[in-house]
């Protein structure tokens, strides 16, 4: 036994896990845990909202595969953290939260009216996969290695422990601390081989199999597996909306999610699915007729390291428990093996056919960039900065129609370099904390958010975080000076038949959907950052390349034309995406 600070035993635990970068506010109720943190070699970065922690740890841990570690002070600071508790929890992102809380004799129970205090266990145990309070320093140890069994057990999402400020702060005697190997799972969920030779035999005999991947293969890193098995069978693959980026979007065998009616009839014509690391979620229209084959005539495989999901939605034939990675490499072997029995010809023809509409709704899409006025077409945005950011930059897209406009004009070519938060929650002003989470995940790559001035608006302090960090992020800022999603949905509901005729209402026909003027850029430039105003597509190209060679953080100020931005692409299909699918 050796006696030492809470905060330093914590520390020296997640040293031992391998942790070497956390997020949060620096505060003496866990003053301990920081100066551990840092004397141990942990990088400690601090945003300028708790909330915004949160969303830097869930995109360091999305684009790194580490587990992302935030910190929260007890009553307003773990209040300001629950939105990105919430978000990162349904997001599905492997996040580690350690708060304060007051002494254990005035809380749990609560003797009534401490300061700064609430429920903080109750509150998030109700939205993570698991929080507990260490309410005596002997249980701090174990408590945490609890913790951290929870982060590696089943699907990602966030786990939190409650630390008495006294017992973070004030000394104990503190057990050996163990190897990850000795009380946590560290080996991947590996399938028996006869599940991986029915699955083979079940794929090679399909007449037209198809890949659906979720977010497993993200955290897996099966990025190369899957498109190997994806040519092996010449087996179309389909995606989550979270994870798109899974999938270079050039091969032709990448169906994006974007082509809603190209999905459907490919999911339609496909005698059996593959699903790995996906819970067929609303947005994949939970797996069912219409926008899928009828469950008679589809047979799913499913792979995913949670058996909770395990035919939720759309029930599977075969059932395995194996992390996606592992999988997807004994099932390349084997049909390796068997190649001479897969009959590709007749899947290519077919696969071919069916390429045409998804191609036809590419080009369609892509005739709009024609329309070069000014104030410009948010088309216009994503497109060019493609063109403009290196090939390996990684994009956040954040806000409402600034998110659809972005999804259907970026194409992924770079596994794992597109993220947000539009596939689950759509929660506005995240994609700042994220962009800062993934520069530090992503040193030596560029990052670029693009974002409405809307979502800017919740938390454009966190400028000043990227340049107190030099971290190069150039967000985008999409300005139409409006809440254009709520705009267009309270148009259609007020006066439809107007809106269709007029394209927009006018400010006073709708109710405080307008938002007034801000220059972006200026406000951007008064935290640091290099800043730049443009209206037209002809000066945006040269205005990220200033900001790119400006080698610190950028704010672009873009403004939109209003009227065209109400209407972005796929809306009537989002629209479907809510309702219940009439099939079974």
């Given at each position: 036994m050796t006696e030492m600070t809470g905060g330093e035993l914590i520390a020296r635990m997640l040293e031992n896990e391998g942790v070497d970068t956390m997020f949060g506010i620096v505060d003496g109720t866990y003053l301990q845990l920081c100066v551990h943190a840092v004397k141990r070699g942990i990088h400690l970065y601090t945003p300028r909202h708790e909330t915004m922690g949160l969303h830097m740890a869930g995109a360091y841990a999305r684009l790194t595969g580490k587990l992302g570690v935030c910190i929260a002070s007890n009553g307003p600071g773990v209040a300001n953290a629950l939105s990105g508790i919430a978000v990162e929890q349904v997001e599905g992102n492997r996040v580690l939260v350690i708060t304060s809380c007051r002494r254990p004799?005035?809380?749990?129970?609560?003797?009534?009216?401490?300061?700064?205090?609430?429920?903080?266990?109750?509150?998030?145990?109700?939205?993570?996969?698991w929080s507990e309070a260490a309410t005596s320093f002997d249980r701090i140890g174990e408590l945490l290695r609890q913790a951290l069994r929870k982060c590696y057990q089943g699907r990602p999402g966030v786990v939190?422990?409650?630390?008495?400020?006294?017992?973070?702060?004030?000394?104990?005697?503190a057990g050996a601390i163990l190897a990850p190997r000795q009380y946590r799972r560290v080996d991947p969920i590996y399938p028996s081989p006869d599940q991986v030779e029915r699955a083979a035999r079940m794929l090679t005999e399909a007449k037209l199999p198809i890949i659906h991947a979720g977010s497993g293969v993200i955290h897996a890193d099966a990025f190369a597996e899957?498109?190997?098995?994806?040519?092996?069978l010449h087996a179309p693959v389909t995606t989550s909306w979270a994870a798109r980026a899974v999938i270079?979007?050039?091969?032709?065998?990448?169906?994006?999610?974007?082509?809603?009616?190209?999905?459907?009839?490919l999911?339609?014509?496909?005698?059996?699915?593959?699903?790995?690391?996906?819970?067929?979620?609303?947005?994949?229209?939970?797996?069912?007729?219409?926008?899928?084959?009828?469950?008679?005539?589809?047979?799913?495989?499913?792979?995913?390291?949670?058996?909770?999901?395990?035919?939720?939605?759309?029930?599977?034939?075969?059932?395995?428990?194996?992390?996606?990675k592992v999988f997807l490499v004994e099932l390349n072997r084997r049909l390796r093996a068997i190649k001479g029995d897969i009959q590709l010809e007749p899947r290519r023809k077919i696969v071919s056919q069916l390429?045409?509409?998804?191609?036809?709704?590419?080009?369609?899409?892509?005739?709009?960039?024609?329309?070069?006025?000014?104030?410009?077409?948010?088309?216009?945005?994503?497109?060019?900065?493609?063109?403009?950011?290196?090939?390996?930059?990684?994009?956040?897209?954040?806000?409402?129609?600034?998110?659809?406009?972005?999804?259907?004009?970026?194409r992924v070519n770079t596994p794992n370099s597109l993220i947000g938060t539009a596939s689950h929650m759509?929660?506005?002003?995240?994609?700042?904390?994220?962009?800062?989470?993934?520069?530090?995940?992503?040193?030596?790559?560029?990052?670029?958010?693009i974002i409405s001035d809307g979502a800017f608006g919740f938390q454009p302090q966190e400028v000043e975080t990227a340049i107190r960090h030099d971290l190069p992020v150039v967000f985008l800022v999409v300005c139409d000076r409006q809440w254009g999603m709520v705009k267009m949905t309270q148009?259609?509901?007020?006066?439809?038949?107007?809106?269709?005729?007029?394209?927009?209402?006018?400010?006073?026909?709708?109710?405080?959907?307008?938002?007034?003027?801000?220059?972006?850029?200026?406000?951007?430039?008064?935290?640091?950052?290099?800043?730049?105003?443009?209206?037209?597509?002809?000066?945006l190209a040269p205005a990220i390349r200033r900001s790119l060679a400006a080698g610190r953080c950028a704010v672009i100020q873009v403004d939109v034309d209003s009227k065209k931005h109400l209407w972005a692409p796929g809306l009537m299909h989002f629209k479907a995406m809510h309702q219940e699918p009439k099939g079974k």
């Open positions: 004799n005035i809380t749990y129970p609560d003797r009534g009216g401490a300061y700064q205090a609430f429920d903080q266990v109750g509150v998030i145990r109700a939205m993570s996969k939190h422990l409650d630390v008495p400020e006294n017992l973070i702060n004030g000394k104990g005697e899957l498109a190997q098995l994806s040519e092996l270079n979007e050039s091969s032709q065998l990448s169906w994006p999610m974007i082509h809603v009616a190209a999905n459907t009839e999911r339609k014509e496909a005698d059996l699915v593959l699903v790995v690391g996906s819970r067929l979620g609303e947005t994949d229209w939970w797996g069912k007729a219409p926008y899928w084959k009828q469950p008679l005539d589809q047979t799913m495989i499913q792979v995913d390291i949670d058996e909770e999901n395990f035919g939720r939605t759309k029930a599977a034939a075969l059932t395995i428990l194996a992390d996606a390429a045409k509409s998804r191609d036809e709704d590419r080009a369609k899409l892509d005739k709009k960039l024609s329309d070069k006025a000014s104030p410009m077409l948010t088309a216009h945005v994503p497109a060019i900065a493609q063109q403009e950011f290196p090939r390996d930059t990684v994009t956040v897209l954040d806000g409402g129609n600034t998110s659809v406009w972005g999804n259907f004009y970026h759509g929660h506005l002003g995240a994609g700042m904390g994220m962009a800062i989470g993934a520069a530090i995940a992503r040193p030596d790559q560029r990052i670029c958010c148009s259609i509901a007020l006066k439809p038949i107007k809106m269709m005729i007029k394209k927009s209402l006018r400010p006073e026909e709708t109710i405080n959907s307008e938002l007034g003027e801000v220059r972006y850029d200026k406000l951007g430039e008064a935290m640091g950052a290099h800043g730049e105003h443009v209206t037209s597509p002809a000066d």
